[in-house]
């Protein structure tokens, strides 16, 4: 759930009013700044800390705001800020574990416009895009679509299509991805790093599709969470490291943890099934029912093969909830 740290990238080029058939200084009125705090032992607090700031995009005349919700996950208290200098209160509403989305209500008129939601299934390899965090045209990037593709998370996350855009931008938790139309097709969540054909590196954003919020937009404000059994969960951190799934972190008095499981373990099968590459494994985890279940693993620790049982939980169960209804 922490973020990389690959390099800014160079240079990177702003957009221009002209350039754009929607009112640009409008669009980008709509991304806010978010700053949270978040309780000393909250089960995030080791891993994404204690205070958070990123942003956010207006989506509701109302003063509904989505963000990624590594940001406002277990906070205790939320300020918005607009490019008009407002500053005020926000109240979580909601956040989505299966897409990383998360939903803040301003307790107060901010005079921000919204954005529209637009399309993110029609876009295509190759379509230019602005990538735009709070702070007007300073703080707004020209982008391309660069791929569309699975992504896998080390923290029991995946995403069957991501959105991949370079040049990267550089403050990319919350960011807007904004379509030609002046319409929010995605948010920012993690800069990665690429590796061109002649092996140059270079850093580009993941984006989370706003097509994923769509379907559960309404779930979310009214129950805070999606209206589904919950994926089990187990509370353990996965890195794969020369094709093995190695155990790097597991949360305290969390299922992994009640269980034995413990850093260095490398996961070779989930129910009997050898599994393979983060995807595999966490949806092979997913696959055996809902949370509260028992998944069956079987390690390899010191060289010796032994198995596990892990009675999973509905991972929201673990997190401080103060401020979400």
Not at 152 to 180: C, K, M, Q, R, S
Request: with cysteine; glycine share 12%; hydrophobic share 40%.
């Amino acid at each position: 759930m922490s973020q990389p740290t690959d390099p800014e990238p160079e240079n990177p080029v702003r957009p221009v009013s002209e350039d754009c058939a929607f009112d640009l200084t409008a669009a980008l009125d709509c991304v806010v700044s978010l700053r949270s705090q978040i309780p000393e032992d909250a089960l995030t607090a080791s891993v994404l800390g204690t205070e958070r700031a990123g942003h956010g995009v207006v989506i509701g005349e109302d003063g509904l705001v989505v963000t990624i919700g590594y940001l406002i996950t277990e906070a205790e208290s939320l300020w918005i800020t607009t490019n008009g200098g407002v500053t005020v209160p926000g109240h979580v509403v909601g956040y989505d574990q299966e897409t990383g989305f998360g939903l803040v209500q301003a307790l107060q008129p901010m005079g921000s416009p919204s954005m529209a939601l637009g399309d993110s299934t029609a876009l295509e390899v190759g379509d230019e895009l602005i990538a735009a965090g709070h702070g007007g045209l300073d703080q707004s990037i020209k982008t391309v679509l660069i791929a569309k593709r699975e992504f896998a998370g080390y923290w029991e996350y995946v995403l069957d299509e991501a959105l991949f855009t370079a040049p990267a931008h550089p403050n990319w938790g919350g960011a807007a991805l904004i379509d030609e139309d002046g319409k929010l097709v995605g948010i920012g969540s993690l800069l990665v790093q690429q590796i061109g054909e002649s092996g140059e590196q270079s850093g580009a954003n993941m984006i989370i599709p706003i097509d994923l919020l769509k379907p559960v937009l309404d779930e979310l404000r009214m129950y805070g969470t999606r209206n589904a059994p919950a994926r089990p969960w187990l509370g353990f951190l996965v890195q794969e490291v020369s094709h093995h799934l190695v155990v790097s972190g597991v949360y305290d008095e969390c299922p992994a943890d009640n269980a034995g499981l413990q850093v260095g373990d490398v996961i070779r099968e989930v129910d009997g099934d050898p599994v393979s590459g983060l995807a595999n494994l966490f949806r092979r985890i997913w696959s055996t029912g809902e949370a509260g279940v028992e998944v069956p693993l079987t390690i390899i620790r010191n060289r010796e093969s032994i198995s596990l049982s892990v009675r999973s939980t509905d991972r929201n169960l673990c997190l401080k909830s103060a401020n979400i209804h």
